[in-house]
């Protein structure tokens, strides 16, 4: 079974294909794990139906792939490709897409017209491999499905979208082409985009919906769901909940127990944002987060605490922080299955940190380095980046904190909270055990203990 043939284990529309008697190639439409048999013997439905096989760090991909991250910690090999190439190199139903990071590969999509329905073009400015479009379709039309919206678009009617809205992929977010009409094209995975309903002000958007401005891509305005202040610091992960106009922290990619739902604000503004009793946390990157306003620990969901927005000023508005305790208060899973832990110093679920990992050299934008640790960069003055284990007490007296791995040793990473540090290679002084860039410090006046810290 060759990578990129066509699947079906959970459900997911295939995309669309000519209706035509199947030739040799489309002996391999199938639909589940049992239909995909060789080296490509596992079904990717959010590939829209894609055999493929499992890849990582010790499982390499056969010739003529490329392993690829799905998110959440799954790796698949994708079939490579050659976009300059004249030749039909993909399956019916998938096309050569140029990505970040990776070779070209084949996705689904379309490599030319005649993949399309009637009235259909194949756009091949779309950032990824190409999408068939109705350049006259409308966009933010109400929905319960995809038969009710124009071809090429689809529904995406979850409890996040009251109504239900119609939207088209595959235009190219980098550009802001490929949308009918008033259009506006925002960034969605593998470096695609997904186009929305435009608009300039409230009044162009339908009752329940509002004309906001993309935080992705600012100068983009369209129509999204008015957000529900009722839903702010809720559960919003897995269809639990709700958190229509707002943006679900979930824990897999920010850590959050069990998700959380917020919106994003701005702290320095006059009105930052946030509705109801929510308050506007700064974030590392400059934006803001709307936090369910508190005065006290039981104000807040199991696993979160309440805490000031701004650690230098005790009295002023506080929110409520993740703040997990205890394991049992994950729910995350890895691809591979490992349960999510967590870090009660930092009060997030994360993946496991491997022991081995901790002070090893890696690079911040890595996503594959320091998994369930923080990797201290070479720009923060940790030469070649340092693996650590975050959310130690400095005093052993702070607590919630992170007890640190055996092999390691609490110290000052030198900013956020003054109270805790991060876990790195312990060692004893005069000795060379640490890595070339660094020194072993005593961790107190006097002691041969100590941690391996940045020579200069």
Not at 32 to 47: F, H, Q, R, T
Not at 109 to 134: M, S, T
Not at 437 to 444: D, F, I, N, R
């Amino acid at each position: 079974m060759p990578l990129a043939a066509h699947c079906d284990g959970a459900g997911v529309r295939i995309p669309s294909v000519p209706e035509e008697p199947p030739d040799e190639a489309w002996t391999h439409l199938s639909r589940a794990d049992s239909d995909c048999v060789g080296p490509a013997d596992y079904c990717e439905p959010n590939l829209g139906g894609y055999c493929t096989a499992i890849c990582g760090d010790e499982v390499a991909c056969p010739t003529g792939s490329v392993c690829a991250n799905l998110g959440g910690g799954l790796q698949v090999c994708l079939a490579e490709c050659d976009p300059d190439s004249t030749e039909d190199q993909c399956l019916p139903g998938n096309g050569c897409a140029v990505l970040m990071g990776i070779s070209p590969v084949c996705l689904p999509g379309c490599e030319n017209d005649a993949e399309c329905g009637e009235g259909l073009q194949c756009l091949l400015d779309a950032g990824l491999a190409g999408v068939c479009v109705d350049p006259d379709a409308p966009l933010g039309a109400a929905c319960t499905g995809d038969g009710e919206c124009p071809p090429s678009a689809e529904c995406i009617a979850t409890a996040d979208y009251p109504g239900g809205t119609c939207v088209l992929d595959g235009c190219n977010p980098n550009t802001n082409t490929g949308c009918p009409d008033d259009g506006q094209c925002l960034p969605a995975g593998f470096g695609g985009g997904v186009c929305w309903d435009g608009c300039s002000a409230d009044g162009d958007c339908r009752s329940g919906w509002e004309c906001e401005d993309s935080e992705v891509a600012p100068g983009r305005s369209t129509c999204q769901p008015i957000f529900v202040p009722a839903n702010l610091g809720q559960v919003c992960s897995a269809g639990r909940g709700s958190c229509a106009g707002g943006v679900c922290l979930t824990e897999t990619q920010s850590f959050f127990p069990d998700s959380y739902c917020s919106d994003y604000c701005t702290p320095a503004a006059t009105d930052p944002g946030c509705t109801g009793d929510g308050v506007c946390a700064p974030t590392s990157g400059g934006g803001g987060l709307c936090l369910d306003g508190c005065e006290a620990d039981t104000d807040c969901r199991t696993a979160y605490r309440c805490r000031p927005i701004d650690r230098e000023d005790p009295d002023g508005p506080k929110g409520c922080f993740a703040g997990c305790t205890s394991d049992t208060q994950c729910t995350g899973m890895t691809g591979g299955g490992t349960a999510y832990v967590c870090n009660p110093g930092t009060g997030y679920c994360t993946r496991p940190l491997s022991p081995d990992e901790l002070g090893d050299a890696c690079d911040p934008s890595d996503f594959r380095a320091c998994r369930g640790g923080r990797c201290l960069s070479n720009a923060e003055g940790w030469p070649g980046g340092m693996c650590t284990y975050p959310g130690c007490s400095l005093t052993g007296a702070t607590t919630p904190s992170a007890t640190c791995p055996t092999g390691s040793v609490c110290t000052d990473d030198g900013g956020g909270d003054p109270d805790l540090g991060v876990c790195v290679p312990s060692c004893t002084v005069g000795s060379s055990t640490c890595r070339t860039g660094y020194t072993c410090v005593a961790v107190s006046t006097g002691s041969t203990d100590g941690a391996c810290r940045p020579a200069s």
